[in-house]
């Protein structure tokens, strides 16, 4: 009999969405029974593709975003969106339920963990950031979850909230309601997460194993590209940043201050950006608005010289093995598991928010020019997606016997 497994995550797009989808692909093909689940949203409504399915409304998804924001408590509203979605699940009757992130208001998180409590359904959940094991942040900046949080210092992280600080009722509630899931298997993206998570409300209750993100190395590849040209770019040392969104955990204003540093002949290009980032941006760095298609990425990575991922908040960023799999070294903060993804033969890091070290390794690079595009090529072979993704499968087959 077919096995049927259900995939929940925040959004069908961008890192996450691609990952869970991909993942559901392969197990097809390996004959197991797919149902995807995410958040109601614009953006969700418009990317929805056959086999996947959105989580109640959005009127009660932007309810629940607006009282979370308020008393601070992000996944616990929702109520008729989970009731929804649990009448939904009974229907399914699901083998296994594989989980991603949770973090965006549009499921209950007692609801969600009472029915699978309830009717004893086995558990993978791939953490993508550090929010199931916090008392309300994702971010990594922040370690009071070690200590049980509490007297949060940090009310705008993502998901901020604006009064209320509930973050030590939060994980204490959080840790009863997990230990008692009597069959979950952790998933990490990066060692460094992994070892986190050994650390957190898991520990010595679920075993842990890290699976890499993977990338389509059939699209990402150096390919021929007119970018420079069309830009007049000819004779720059191009450094490139991209980003789904810009901001300060993004390192936004350290390629705003790379840009009054770097002699002439150096040329930044951030890619991601909108109008209102535009507006902080100075005239010497090329803006280029979210790209139409994946092909077009591909041609930009292949332009350029240099990936810069001044990251503040990562986990294990696609961004990174893209740029390798197009023949571009990488350099990056070593925040979270960031610089994981590089070895010394294609790329390297600097300590986080250090812009004296990052600006220093960026004229080493381009003096010495120490990184290959065989290299960069060998190292993202690492990350073949579909190797990747059968480590998922592999992982399906074991929980479920």
């Not at 399915?53 to 629940?64: A, H």
């Not at 952790?186 to 890290?210: C, M």
Request: proline content about 4%; aromatic content about 12%; some cysteine.
């Amino acid at each position: 009999m077919m096995k049927k497994i259900v995939e929940i995550n925040g959004i069908n797009y961008a890192s996450t969405g691609n990952i869970a989808i991909n993942i559901a692909r392969k197990a097809k093909e390996e004959g197991f029974g797919m149902y995807l689940f995410f958040r109601n949203s614009k953006e969700g409504n418009k990317r929805l593709q056959e086999g996947q399915e959105l989580i109640g409304t959005w009127f009660d998804k932007v309810i629940s975003e607006r009282l979370s924001y308020v008393f601070g408590l992000n996944g616990y509203f929702n109520v008729y969106n989970t009731a929804l979605f649990t009448k939904r699940l009974d229907e399914i009757k699901p083998d296994l339920i594989h989980l991603h992130s949770l973090c965006d208001n549009f499921v209950n998180i007692d609801m969600l963990f009472n029915y699978i409590i309830k009717n004893n359904i086995p558990v993978i959940w791939t953490l993508h950031d550090n929010w199931p094991f916090t008392g309300r942040c994702a971010q990594n900046r922040c370690s009071k979850w070690k200590e049980g949080c509490g007297n949060c210092p940090h009310h705008d992280y993502y998901p901020g909230t604006m009064f209320f600080d509930h973050s030590a009722s939060v994980l204490k509630k959080r840790s009863k309601l997990y230990n008692q899931v009597k069959n979950m298997t952790i998933v990490t993206p990066s060692a460094w997460l992994g070892n986190l998570v050994r650390e957190s409300i898991f520990k010595d209750h679920y075993p842990v194993k890290v699976i890499n993100n993977g990338i389509d190395l059939n699209v990402f590849k150096p390919t021929e590209s007119n970018f420079r040209l069309q830009h007049h770019l000819e004779d720059k040392f191009l450094l490139l940043g991209l980003a789904y969104y810009w901001d300060e955990s993004k390192g936004l204003d350290v390629f705003i201050e790379l840009s009054k540093r770097l002699p002439e002949n150096f040329k930044i290009v951030l890619v991601g950006t909108n109008e209102e980032t535009e507006k902080l941006l100075p005239e010497n760095i090329l803006s280029i608005h979210r790209t139409s298609s994946r092909e077009e990425l591909v041609k930009i990575y292949s332009a350029c010289d240099l990936f810069v991922n001044p990251t503040r908040d990562e986990n294990f960023p696609t961004v990174n093995l893209e740029s390798l799999a197009c023949g571009l070294p990488v350099l990056t903060f070593a925040t979270g598991g960031s610089a994981e993804i590089i070895d010394e033969t294609c790329g390297s890091s600097v300590p986080t928010s250090d812009i004296d070290g990052l600006e220093k390794e960026i004229l080493r690079i381009y003096e010495t020019r120490p990184y290959s595009k065989e290299a960069c090529l060998k190292r993202a072979s690492k990350y073949a997606m579909e190797d990747r993704f059968n480590d998922y499968v592999e992982l399906y087959k074991k929980v479920l016997g």
